[in-house]
């Protein structure tokens, strides 16, 4: 069973970057397809993207990341990355990963046998 662990998160201006790690306490990163996501109080959970388990290692982002967000992943290090830049006040949320089924041509949505989010990590943009 995947644990997730999020880190990485902090306080940036408008404009900066951040790098979120995605660890596991328990399970195996590198045989899944991992997504992330994040939420703002009193929104639901919103995925941001994925990164598929396969050799490739294909990507998926929504429209309102898609060329400031990437996500990478260090097999060896059993850890997923969520590298942040451009970053808008409007991107301020609590950021989580998963394991997920990894579309081309949509969001992710997490795998069936997953019910163990993490934490999270918080991201906050000042303006």
């Known amino acids: 069973q995947l644990q997730p662990v999020e880190s990485g998160g902090g306080l940036v201006q408008s404009g900066g970057s951040l790098r979120l790690t995605c660890g596991a306490s328990s399970g195996t990163l590198a045989y899944y397809a991992i997504g992330w996501f994040r939420q703002v109080p009193g929104k639901e959970r919103e995925p941001i993207g994925c990164i598929s388990s396969t050799m490739d290692r294909s990507t998926y982002y929504v429209d309102s990341v898609k060329g400031r967000f990437t996500i990478s992943r260090d097999n060896t290090e059993n850890t997923v990355y969520l590298q942040m830049n451009a970053l808008t006040p409007e991107d301020t949320a609590v950021y989580y990963c998963?394991?997920?089924?990894?579309?081309?041509?949509?969001?992710?949505?997490?795998?069936?046998?997953?019910?163990?989010w993490g934490q999270g990590t918080q991201v906050t943009v000042s303006s």
């Open positions: 998963a394991s997920v089924v990894c579309y081309d041509s949509k969001p992710p949505r997490p795998r069936r046998d997953f019910d163990s």
